[in-house]
């Protein structure tokens, strides 16, 4: 049987649940579709949970600083936990190189409104105590990032949308699209159990999205690498900022590393490997804790006596140029992407759902035009322009 709603989104992961929510919230009839047996099983999971607006890509900041706005709201909205954390981030410095790139990026960052400033050895060593003194330059501080639980996010955001009149069906796959005029209009989805129709489609379905785009004729590039991360038994609260150390490591395998530690104690950790995994694998390697225990321990020593309980591994969905692609390509009608959320698409989530939403409901983007159109599908994905701080 076809069931007809107003949109339908492909995916209730980091990007779906919170675009439903928004749709919902604007009398939208909406139905979310995912493989997995719930919201977040992706790869919204596999997140650390992060959260910052402090990017050196315009459209990321200002996405980005809604993503905030409304994960800080949100229990006082919603009355609901996820996990908040409001203790900024910093990324300590050791070396000219780190401290140029940080330093470059500066002024775009204020310009932006953020609150980000650059400190001198002695102010670094306050905001994370215990850290190692040797060779410390200094750092950049943001105080207004933090991170957040996606597990928990996940589950609000669907609870929510729930309640404003959206559907979720979990445990079936969308399969093709129902398009119109050689593909030009996309009318609808076909999945693994039925067919629905909709006047908007959102594709939000993470490592896949690109699968769901030859669908509608579209060749995005989006491709999945994998990561690991784990994470500790909890212990008293002493660090309030993520980290982020940007110097390779002495190892020779990783390129940067990142933590910080949860609302509820543990420590919670990430390497970006210098040759990327492309692919599916989730597997966890034997190389990861040794490399990744030493630099935790070789930036803040006293963090030797921690407990690891959990190891992970999850994909980024990587695009050429490492910036997400959100909007509608113009070849195509009813058809949005909220896709390629590299290594950010927790943090991204939220903002890309509310300019989504006002997208398709309104016909224009919340943030400014101009800057949300460096998102855009139709871009050249190969000009060679990179972000700087991915
Ligand atoms: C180790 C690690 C640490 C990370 N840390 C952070 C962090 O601190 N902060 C941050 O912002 N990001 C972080 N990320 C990145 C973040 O996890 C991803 O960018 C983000 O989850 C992608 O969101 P998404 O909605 O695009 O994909 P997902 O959350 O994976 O959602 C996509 C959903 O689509 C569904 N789907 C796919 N195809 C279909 C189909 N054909 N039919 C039905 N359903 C389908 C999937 O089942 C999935 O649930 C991290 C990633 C890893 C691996």
Not at 47 to 65: F, Y
Not at 158 to 166: D, I, R
Not at 189 to 202: I, M, Q, R
Not at 228 to 237: H, N, Q
Request: glycine share 12%; aromatic share 8%; proline share 6%.
């Amino acid at each position: 049987m076809t069931k007809n709603y107003d949109v339908i989104v492909i995916g209730a992961g980091s990007v779906g649940t919170p675009t439903a929510y928004f749709l919902a919230k604007e009398g939208l009839k909406v139905l979310v579709i995912d493989e997995l047996a719930s919201s977040g099983q992706g790869q919204n999971k596999a997140a650390i949970g992060g959260v910052r607006a402090t990017h050196s890509d315009p459209a990321k900041i200002q996405i980005c600083l809604q993503s905030l706005d409304i994960f800080t709201k949100w229990k006082k909205n919603t009355g609901t936990d996820i996990g908040w954390k409001g203790g900024g981030y910093s990324f300590p410095v050791y070396r000219e190189t780190e401290e140029k790139i940080l330093k470059s990026i500066l002024p775009i960052q204020k310009k932006s409104g953020l609150e980000i400033d650059w400190y001198e050895s002695n102010k670094i060593k306050k905001i994370i105590p215990g850290i190692n003194k040797k060779g410390l330059i200094g750092g950049t501080y943001s105080p207004n990032d933090g991170q957040v639980s996606p597990l928990l996010a996940s589950e609000s955001f669907t609870n929510e949308a729930v309640k404003l009149g959206a559907e979720f069906r979990y445990k079936e796959s969308v399969i093709d699209l129902i398009t119109e005029k050689d593909k030009s209009i996309v009318k609808g989805v076909k999945t693994s159990k039925g067919t629905y129709k909709a006047d908007s489609v959102v594709n939000a379905a993470g490592a896949h999205a690109s699968d769901i785009c030859k669908m509608a004729g579209l060749d995005i590039p989006v491709n999945p690498d994998s990561h690991e991360a784990g994470i500790t038994t909890p212990v008293k609260d002493f660090l309030d900022p993520l980290i982020v150390d940007l110097r390779p490591g002495p190892e020779g395998k990783t390129a940067n590393f990142y933590f910080g530690q949860c609302s509820e104690g543990q420590i919670i950790f990430c390497y970006t490997p210098i040759k990327i995994f492309p692919g599916e694998d989730r597997d966890s390697t034997s190389e990861f804790m040794p490399i990744m225990a030493r630099r935790l321990v070789n930036l803040i020593p006293r963090l030797k006596n921690l407990t690891i309980r959990r190891i992970w591994r999850g994909l980024y969905p990587m695009t050429p140029d490492g910036i997400a692609v959100v909007g509608k390509p113009s070849s195509v009608e009813g058809f949005y992407l909220g896709i390629g959320m590299c290594g950010q698409g927790f943090m991204m989530g939220p903002g890309v759902g509310k300019n989504l939403s006002n997208l398709i409901s309104k016909g224009k983007p919340c943030i400014d035009k101009n800057v949300f159109d460096l998102l855009s599908p139709d871009r050249d994905f190969y000009s060679g322009k990179k972000e700087a701080l991915k």
